[in-house]
C-alpha cells in the first residue's frame, strides 16, 4: 500500500488561474518494504552533503542536474540514470538556470540481496554500482516505469515483478560484484582509528559530542581523529552524526511520530533545526515524509 505527500509549491493566482509551479516534490513510501520513492522539480534546491542507507537509482527527466559524488563532480542530464550505492555521499543541485526534474527510487539492502537470491537461485552478495551516472536508455526505463507504477499504487505482483526486472537490468548492465569497500581506507592505524571513533558516535548519535570526547575515546588526537574519520567515511565526524540522527529520525517519522517529538528524541535543537536539515538532505518536509 502506498501513500503519497506532497510538497506544496510556491504558486500565485493569476487571472483565475494557478501558475505552474517552479519547485515541487512528492513522496511515497511502501509499507513494510524498505522502498521509497520521490517524484521532485528543483530550481533553486541544493542538496546538503548525505548519504543513504539503501541503494539509490534516479533517472532525470527535464534540465540537468549535477553533484560530487566519490571525491569528483559528476552531472545527469535528460535521460540519464544516477546510480548511488549505501552510505555513498553526495550532495545535488541544478546545473543551469532552467532546473531539473527527476524520478529516484530508494532500495533497501536486504531488498536487493533477496531480489538477486531468488533471480539466481543462490545466495547473493551485495552489488556495487562503479558509476554514478549511466547514459542508458533501458535502465531509465526501467527505472520510470517502476516509479510510474510505485507513484499510482501498483498492486503487490505488479510491484514486484517490476522490481525484480529493475534491480535484474541495473545489476547486469551497471554494477560489478562482490562489492569492495565503499570507501578507500588508509593506513591500518587510521582504519581501526576511524572506526574506533564511529562506535562513539554510533552509541550516542543523539547525544552532543564533542572533539575532545573523540579524541579521549580513542586515544588520539583531535586533528587525527578528524582526519582519520573523513579519509575513511566522506565525512566529518559531526556530519556523520547528523546523518545517523536523520536516519533515525526517518524511522520514527514513518512510524507516524509527530516531528516536534522526533527532534528531540534524535538529538536536534528543535524541529526547525529538524526541518532544515531533512528537507536540505532529502528535498521533503519531516511532515511530508510522515504522511507519505
Known amino acids: 500500500m502506498y501513500a503519497r505527500a506532497r510538497r506544496r509549491p510556491d504558486g500565485d493566482a493569476v487571472t483565475g488561474e494557478r501558475r505552474k509551479p517552479r519547485e515541487w516534490a512528492s513522496y511515497w513510501r511502501a509499507d513494510g518494504l524498505p522502498l521509497e520513492a520521490m517524484y521532485a522539480s528543483f530550481l ?3 542538496y546538503h552533503r548525505h548519504s543513504h542507507e539503501t541503494y539509490s537509482f534516479g533517472v532525470t527527466e527535464h534540465g540537468a ?9 559528476h552531472t ?57 551516472v549511466l547514459a542508458s536508455p533501458v535502465l531509465a526505463r526501467r527505472l520510470r516505469r517502476l516509479h510510474t507504477a510505485l507513484q499510482h499504487g501498483a498492486g503487490p505482483l505488479e510491484r514486484d515483478e517490476l ?3 529493475t534491480v535484474a537490468a541495473l545489476v547486469h548492465l551497471a554494477a560489478r560484484t562482490p562489492p569492495r569497500p565503499p570507501a578507500a581506507l588508509g593506513a591500518p592505524a587510521a582504519t581501526r582509528l576511524a572506526a574506533r571513533a564511529r562506535e562513539l558516535i554510533h552509541d550516542r548519535h543523539a547525544e552532543p559530542i564533542s572533539a575532545d570526547d573523540l579524541a ?4 588520539s588526537s583531535r586533528y587525527a581523529v ?18 545517523l540522527r536523520l536516519r533515525a529520525a526517518r524511522r520514527l517519522l514513518a512510524r507516524g511520530h509527530p516531528a516536534a517529538r522526533v527532534a528531540v528524541e534524535t538529538g536536534f535543537t528543535d524541529q526547525a533545526h529538524l526541518t532544515r536539515w531533512f528537507t536540505r538532505s532529502y528535498g521533503v518536509t519531516p511532515t511530508q515524509y510522515r504522511l507519505a
Open 226 to 243: 578528524y582526519r582519520a574519520f573523513r579519509t575513511a567515511y566522506g565525512l566529518a565526524p559531526s556530519e556523520y552524526q547528523r546523518q
Open 65 to 73: 542536474q549535477t553533484f560530487t559524488c566519490r571525491g569528483a563532480g
Open 163 to 165: 522490481l525484480s526486472s
Open 216 to 219: 579521549a575515546w580513542t586515544g
Open 44 to 46: 533553486r534546491h541544493r
Open 76 to 132: 545527469s542530464a535528460a535521460g540519464m540514470v544516477m546510480a548511488f550505492n549505501p552510505d555513498e555521499v553526495h550532495d545535488g543541485h541544478a546545473a543551469h538556470e532552467l532546473g531539473f526534474t527527476y524520478r529516484i527510487v530508494h532500495i533497501g539492502q536486504d531488498l536487493i540481496t533477496d531480489v538477486l537470491q531468488d533471480l539466481t537461485g543462490r545466495p547473493a552478495g551485495l552489488p556495487l554500482f562503479a558509476a554514478p
